[in-house]
């Protein structure tokens, strides 16, 4: 339990903080439309709901095609029946494929910047909720060996020096995360920016 209060600590209240505190330090406060906030809003839970479905989604696939296993949709604790030497691997295929998805909607961002506002806002949210989601989950699954990331680690036989370089992976990639999507980050849209520039003109 301590390991994993410093956990959160370390990946959500520090982050947050830190944002928080440089947000409250910037000279210039941008004043933001009402409705593109909503609209972000309703994105990002949109975007965490369609993540945990594709999580879910791949979390059964492998195994239905694995001759021997019978899994079913949305079963609690994920669990399936039959047996093969690989289910326990299998665990860790929803992880992996969010991450997947997280890469491609930060590469759509990154490599089409035509796109309209609307869908590289879209875009965005999925991007942030597919990699924060699947790096958070290597990181808990590096305490909590029950967690689906953690049961496809005791597969692989991860010792404690695999365990300290995935946490440094796990935790670089939220940060770097991080920073490229806060670099891309499509702002509010064209009411936004028209806001931001008479901000800027009238200060």
């Not at 903080?17 to 406060?29: N, Q, V």
């Amino acid at each position: 339990m301590t390991l994993f209060l410093l956990l959160f600590v370390a990946m959500g209240v520090a982050p947050l903080s830190l944002g928080l505190g440089l947000m409250l330090a910037t000279r210039r406060p941008i004043a933001i439309p009402y409705p593109a906030l909503l609209g972000s809003i309703l994105f990002c839970a949109l975007a965490f709901n369609l993540v945990f479905f594709w999580q879910e989604l791949w979390l059964v696939i492998p195994k239905a095609l694995t001759p021997g296993l019978h899994p079913t949709l949305f079963h609690n604790y994920h669990q399936w029946t039959g047996n093969a030497p690989i289910a326990e691997l299998l665990q860790g295929s929803g992880a992996v494929a969010t991450l997947v998805i997280g890469l491609v909607f930060a590469a759509l961002l990154t490599l089409r910047p035509g796109l309209g506002d609307t869908i590289r806002l879209f875009c965005f949210w999925m991007a942030f909720q597919g990699l924060n989601q699947s790096l958070v989950q290597l990181a808990v699954g590096l305490i909590l060996p029950g967690n689906d990331v953690g049961r496809a680690l005791a597969y692989l036989h991860v010792g404690p020096v695999g365990h300290v370089m995935l946490a440094i992976v796990a935790a670089a990639g939220l940060a770097g995360s991080g920073a490229t999507l806060a670099r891309i980050f499509p702002g509010w849209g064209s009411r936004w920016r028209r806001a931001k520039h008479r901000t800027l003109r009238s200060g």
